[in-house]
């Protein structure tokens, strides 16, 4: 969905460094989620933000942090990125006013820690 | 607890034959009950939705799902299967219980492999 943009792609980098990935959207939505993807897994829920003062933990936050700087921007932080965090990570969007409305996700970010 | 099994890794399924993925849930209370396709190396595609309503539900593509609360289950089908199909499939359960809702329950996810 290009509406959603994540950047980097693709991104290695070595055990204890500092890693950012960024989100932004030009769907105009209020709500924001990072996702990991971990074959087998499904994916799981990092953090969420239902608008940019709301940010919530979802269900794996540990090492991770989250900055929503805009209505249009979300990223996430690995202070200290460690081998298990190597994963496929997804941001996604959705519209306020309802449980109903679906996700749109970004084409993810691959991230490997070596 | 919220959840969503896809019992089958994997689905194999010959062009032109009719392809079912199967989704069950357990929620408390009434399921809103989503899709998602994953083609490779792009994120997730929304197909379809149930909230309310007619059990069969019609999305993208020429997918359509079926809500059965007696099975509770929820499984994508499609009369006539496309090589171009082929992909990961994901059902997915709203938590209305997690904070405010906010959170969807991914399914494992099923690979779809249509063959000419």
């Known amino acids: 969905d290009a509406d959603v943009t994540q950047t980097p792609r693709n991104r290695i980098t070595k055990t204890g460094k500092r890693i950012m990935l960024e989100c932004s959207q030009t769907k105009g939505h209020d709500r924001m989620y990072w996702y990991r993807q971990d074959p087998g897994l499904g994916l799981r829920l990092i953090y969420y933000?239902?608008?940019?003062?709301?940010?919530n933990k979802g269900e794996i936050s540990d090492g991770y942090s989250v900055s929503r700087q805009a209505q249009a921007k979300f990223s996430l932080s690995l202070e200290s990125a460690i081998p298990n965090q190597t994963a496929l990570y997804f941001c996604?969007?959705?519209?306020?006013?309802?449980?109903?409305?679906?996700?749109?996700f970004g084409d993810g970010t691959r991230l490997s820690i070596l | 607890a919220q959840s969503v099994a896809q019992p089958e890794d994997q689905v194999n399924v010959a062009e032109g034959n009719p392809l079912t993925v199967k989704c069950t849930y357990s929620v408390s209370g009434n399921p809103y009950l989503f899709w998602y396709v994953q083609y490779p190396n792009r994120g997730l595609q929304f197909l379809l939705k149930y909230i309310t309503g007619d059990n069969l539900v019609k999305g993208s593509y020429g997918f359509e799902a079926e809500f059965n609360k007696s099975q509770t289950s929820f499984h994508l089908k499609k009369p006539s299967a496309l090589v171009s199909d082929s992909a990961l499939y994901f059902c997915?359960?709203?938590?209305?219980?997690?904070?405010?809702?906010?959170?969807?329950?991914f399914g494992q996810g099923t690979e779809l492999s249509v063959k000419p």
């Open positions: 996604a969007t959705s519209m306020a006013g309802g449980n109903n409305q679906p996700q749109h």
């Open positions: 933000s239902f608008d940019v003062k709301d940010i």
């Open positions: 997915a359960v709203r938590d209305f219980f997690y904070n405010q809702g906010g959170k969807l329950i």
